[in-house]
């Protein structure tokens, strides 16, 4: 298996790993959603009425629906199935009612999910000079044959990949570096669950990681749930199937960096 995929899982299993990739990947919560006094007033008027169908009208008004039910999105797309539905619909509300307008409140009011937040963390940390370099812009980046990370957005980062490195998937990059004469590309995720979009996310980098013929050592750089010991199926990709690829953390990509 890849050294440094085996440092990162011993660094995760054995020592201060979350503690660490905070300095990375600081997920606070944002402060509580806001919500419109006038689209509340009509969902506490309808409550309040028992009127079912212009309770979830005035619900599905708001940004996050209070409770999770796989129906809410199909009715959140077609509104007149409300009127179609009342079973479904006197179902949800029964539920509704049985939370109460205080719980209901509070359920709509819940802060964003930290893992939709944390894209831009890589980058400030890199800026923070974590890899004992300071990112530099693209001129500068293209003009120079000295260890450099390239600070630009993901579209120029991914211009130059394609037109410096051959660098063909259509898809931004979070690090394009040049260390001892060799460059590096990759992207940074932070995986903070199994499934979903967590597991499209970790597909993603692998995808950059697949890329034939680009003039560059490719990683990806994985933080999370991946690196723990078991039968998820992260954990068993990146210990068989992708074993010889270059997945590494965070908080060992300076050591990878230096002794490329």
Same mark, same amino acid.
């Given at each position: 298996?890849?050294?440094?995929?085996?440092?990162?899982?011993?660094?995760?299993?054995?020592?201060?790993?979350?503690?660490?990739?905070?300095?990375?990947?600081?997920?606070?919560?944002?402060?509580?959603?806001?919500? &419109?006094?006038?689209?509340?007033d009509?969902?506490e008027?309808?409550?309040?009425?028992?009127?079912?169908?212009?309770?979830?009208k005035?619900?599905?008004?708001?940004?996050?629906?209070?409770?999770?039910?796989?129906?809410?999105?199909?009715? !959140?797309?077609?509104?007149?199935?409300?009127? =179609?539905?009342?079973?479904?619909?006197?179902?949800?509300c029964?539920?509704?009612?049985?939370?109460?307008?205080?719980t209901?409140?509070?359920k709509?009011?819940?802060?964003?999910?930290?893992?939709r937040?944390?894209?831009?963390?890589?980058? =400030?940390?890199?800026?923070?000079?974590?890899?004992?370099?300071?990112?530099?812009?693209?001129?500068?980046?293209?003009?120079? !044959?000295?260890?450099?990370?390239?600070?630009?957005?993901?579209?120029?980062?991914?211009?130059?990949?394609?037109?410096?490195?051959?660098?063909?998937?259509? %898809?931004g990059?979070?690090?394009?570096?040049?260390?001892?004469g060799?460059?590096?590309i990759?992207?940074?995720?932070?995986?903070? &669950?199994f499934?979903?979009?967590?597991?499209?996310?970790?597909?993603?980098? *692998?995808?950059?990681?697949?890329?034939?013929?680009?003039n560059?050592?490719? *990683?990806?750089?994985?933080?999370?749930?991946?690196?723990? %010991?078991?039968?998820? %199926?992260?954990?068993?990709?990146?210990?068989? !199937?992708?074993?010889?690829?270059? *997945?590494?953390?965070?908080?060992?990509?300076?050591?990878?960096?230096?002794?490329?």
């Amino acid at each position: 298996m890849n050294y440094w995929t085996t440092l990162s899982i011993d660094y995760a299993n054995q020592r201060s790993y979350l503690d660490d990739l905070f300095q990375v990947y600081p997920t606070i919560p944002e402060g509580i959603r806001e919500i &419109d006094e006038e689209k509340w007033d009509k969902v506490e008027h309808a409550f309040e009425k028992q009127d079912n169908e212009l309770l979830i009208k005035s619900l599905l008004k708001l940004d996050l629906f209070p409770i999770k039910d796989s129906y809410i999105a199909f009715l !959140k797309r077609d509104s007149a199935a409300i009127a =179609r539905n009342p079973k479904t619909i006197n179902r949800i509300c029964g539920r509704l009612y049985e939370m109460g307008l205080d719980t209901i409140l509070e359920k709509c009011t819940e802060p964003k999910e930290t893992n939709r937040q944390i894209g831009p963390f890589f980058r =400030r940390w890199l800026n923070k000079k974590s890899l004992g370099i300071q990112p530099i812009g693209l001129e500068q980046f293209a003009n120079t !044959k000295a260890d450099a990370i390239l600070d630009a957005g993901d579209r120029e980062m991914m211009d130059f990949a394609s037109a410096e490195l051959n660098y063909k998937r259509n %898809k931004g990059l979070d690090l394009v570096a040049r260390f001892n004469g060799k460059y590096i590309i990759g992207e940074a995720k932070f995986l903070t &669950d199994f499934g979903g979009h967590q597991n499209a996310q970790f597909n993603d980098a *692998i995808a950059t990681l697949e890329t034939q013929n680009v003039n560059a050592i490719k *990683i990806a750089i994985l933080d999370g749930v991946l690196y723990i %010991k078991g039968k998820n %199926k992260m954990y068993k990709d990146v210990t068989t !199937k992708y074993a010889e690829m270059n *997945i590494l953390s965070a908080l060992v990509l300076r050591e990878f960096l230096y002794q490329i």
